[in-house]
């Protein structure tokens, strides 16, 4: 709902905001094509067809863009959920209101999961606030366990989900066994847990760089005063 975010985002969608000169989303547009993938779903609730106004079909950027109406806030699985039916095989989900540098970070997330034949890889960083984000238990390079926005106290590590991730379609049939949460949310950490029941490879990989969840106005100005600072030439 980019609450946190207001009143910008009581005109405009969080994910239209822009990091220097383009809308946060168009620069997730562009590291799915730097990392090869040119058809690419977007999920939108009903009252944001302003992103479809902004990205059109994809063309002037080079992929294929298909939109896909999520009804109801219900959640981050509920909304991959609805993406299924134009899904075919493996498939990458990146959070739209995002910024992350270099943008080569899903490429690589991409190559990782492949090389280990995982079936969910998940990007992470060391976080300074648990509470915004998924934080991991790890074995190795494998996820034993995932806690949806813990209490400092309650955290099992600083290892964060971070909004980038890369699934088999085996994703699908864990999110319909996915019981609801908080608000009556489905939630992806959730899912995650049940393909890591179920015994799939479930791993992580630490990306390098810069990630700047656009949550909050702080973090808009914090994106922007980077990206000018060491992107402007762009």
């Known amino acids: 709902m980019g609450t946190r975010l207001g009143p910008f985002t009581h005109a405009i969608p969080k994910e239209l905001l822009p990091v220097g ?4 989303i168009e620069h997730v547009v562009e590291a799915m094509k730097l990392a090869g993938i040119e058809e690419i779903v977007v999920v939108v609730s ?16 080079g992929v294929n863009l298909t939109y896909v109406v999520q009804d109801e806030p219900l959640g981050l699985a509920n909304a991959v959920l609805s ?8 498939f990458a ?37 648990v ?7 790890v074995q190795g390079d494998r996820i034993k366990d995932i806690i949806e926005k813990p209490m400092p106290e309650k955290a099992p590590s600083s290892l964060g989900s971070i909004g980038i ?14 019981k609801p949460g908080y608000n009556g949310e489905y939630q992806l950490t959730d899912s995650i847990k049940v393909l890591i029941e179920l015994g799939k490879n479930v791993i ?28 402007g030439c762009e």
């Open 21 to 24: 000169e383009k809308a946060v």
């Open 46 to 61: 009903p009252h944001k067809h302003g992103i479809s106004d902004y990205l059109g079909s994809g063309r002037r950027f």
């Open 83 to 90: 993406g299924e039916h134009v899904i075919d095989g493996s």
């Open 93 to 129: 989900v990146v959070l739209g209101d995002n910024f992350f540098h270099p943008k080569s970070f899903l490429g690589d997330l991409i190559s990782y999961h492949i090389a280990k034949r995982a079936d969910a890889t998940l990007g992470v960083a060391d976080v300074e606030d």
């Open 131 to 137: 509470t915004r984000h998924g934080i991991i238990t």
């Open 165 to 178: 991730y890369v699934f088999e379609p085996d994703l699908f049939d864990a999110i319909r066994r996915t």
């Open 204 to 231: 992580y990989k630490k990306i390098d760089g810069v990630h700047i969840d656009v949550g909050t106005p702080k973090d808009l100005v914090w994106a922007n005063n980077w990206h000018f600072r060491y992107c």
